[in-house]
């Protein structure tokens, strides 16, 4: 139905960029939202960042003024721009959207198949 490729991601000093994009692809008819979750080793999933199909976003207190979320409607894409890495930013990073697939279809989840980020020192 509704496949999402993540592509970016990997090995970044400490201080460091890296950015990171997700598409959506099949069956949709509208994008309600879209997310990035993440999660540490031994940790529980987070959401990092979100942005609406109006264009709000929201962070997480651990990444605001770092990170920043955006998405290109016409190519069903979302990005995650994250700078001034630290070492507590690792994690498999995930691509999460909130889709509905026909006009008055409840909205379904689907997830990418995460990404490893790894900030060394």
């Known amino acids: 139905q509704v496949q999402l490729v993540e592509s970016g991601g990997g090995l970044v000093q400490a201080g460091g960029s890296l950015?990171?994009?997700c598409a959506?692809?099949?069956?949709?008819f509208r994008i309600d939202a879209m997310n990035w979750y993440r999660q540490a080793a031994g940790k529980q999933r987070e959401l990092v960042a979100?942005?609406?199909s109006?264009?709000?976003t929201g962070y997480?207190?651990?990444v605001k003024g770092r990170f920043t979320i955006?998405?290109?409607d016409a190519k069903n894409t979302v990005y995650l721009q994250m700078s001034n890495l630290r070492r507590e930013d690792t994690a498999v990073y995930y691509c999460n959207a909130i889709v509905r697939l026909k006009s008055r279809s409840l909205p379904?989840?689907?997830w990418g198949q995460g990404t490893q980020?790894?900030?060394s020192s």
């Open 19 to 21: 950015g990171r994009s």
């Open 24 to 28: 959506a692809s099949g069956s949709i």
């Open 50 to 52: 979100g942005i609406t």
């Open 54 to 56: 109006s264009g709000s």
């Open 60 to 62: 997480a207190d651990s």
């Open 70 to 72: 955006s998405r290109d």
């Open 108 to 110: 379904n989840n689907y």
């Open 117 to 119: 980020v790894t900030v």
